[in-house]
Structures are given as structure tokens and as C-alpha cells.
Nanobody, 128 residues
Framework: QVQLVETGGGLVQAGGSLRLSCAAN??????????WGWFRQTPGKERDFVAV????????????SYADSVKGRFTISRDIAKNTVYLQMNSLKPEDTAVYYC???????????????WGQGTQVTVSS
């Protein structure tokens, strides 16, 4: 059984930073072969794409992509040895307040329906 566990959420003032972590547990989980995404959701709204880090087919390289609303402020990265993906969030704004979820799948991008594995979510609150 695969579990994704997010940590690092909390309360921060506007302009501050947080780093979210997503650790994968499970004997059959191959982090190297996965694409990883971060999404966020506020009450009554759909889960929105934030960032993704994807394998380049046929190579050992990875590419990252971001929602326009976070581009230049957020950075997604991965530590394969630790089966962990991070989301560094800088220059946070009140509109970034949401529950943040990490997700993984063998091939996925910006659509949450493409992902098989999900974490439980971590709350990020940005005060003005």
C-alpha cells in the first residue's frame, strides 16, 4: 500500500515562505518512475493545479511546470533518495491560502484526475 504524507503547512504572514514536503511510503512505490504534482483547494471550489515535476521520456531529465498564479514564487523539487517531493513557496499572498495536496502517478500532468496516489492534505494559511 502506498501512502503520501504531506508536512510543512501552517500559518504565515503575507510575504513569508513555507516549504511543503511530500514523502512516499510503500515497498512497491518507485519514486523514480513517477510524475509528481501539487494541487490546492479552498472550500466549495475545485482542486487546482499548482506545480508538477515530470520525467522526460527516454532520458533522466525532469521538467517542472507551474500555474501562472505561482510562477516565479513557488518551486517544486524532488529528492529521489528520500522518496520525497518539495514545494518551496516564497512571497506568499493571502490568496495562496488553501489545503495543499501532493499527488503521484506514472504519467500525469496538470489534471488532478490523472493521478492515482494522493496525500491527505496540509493547510496553508497566509495572513494579510
Amino acid at each position: 500500500q502506498v501512502q503520501l504524507v504531506e508536512t510543512g503547512g501552517g500559518l504565515v504572514q503575507a510575504g513569508g515562505s513555507l516549504r511543503l514536503s511530500c514523502a512516499a511510503n510503500g515497498r512497491t512505490f518507485n519514486a523514480i518512475a513517477m510524475d509528481w504534482g501539487w494541487f490546492r483547494q479552498t472550500p466549495g471550489k475545485e482542486r487546482d493545479f499548482v506545480a508538477v515535476i515530470r520525467r522526460s521520456v527516454g532520458s533522466t531529465y525532469y521538467t517542472d511546470s507551474y500555474a501562472d498564479s505561482v510562477k516565479g514564487r513557488f518551486t517544486i523539487s524532488r529528492d529521489i533518495a528520500k522518496n520525497t517531493v518539495y514545494l518551496q513557496m516564497n512571497s506568499l499572498k493571502p490568496e495562496d491560502t488553501a489545503v495543499y495536496y501532493c499527488a503521484a502517478d506514472a504519467r500525469a500532468a496538470m489534471d488532478p484526475s490523472e493521478y492515482t496516489y494522493w496525500g491527505q492534505g496540509t493547510q496553508v494559511t497566509v495572513s494579510s
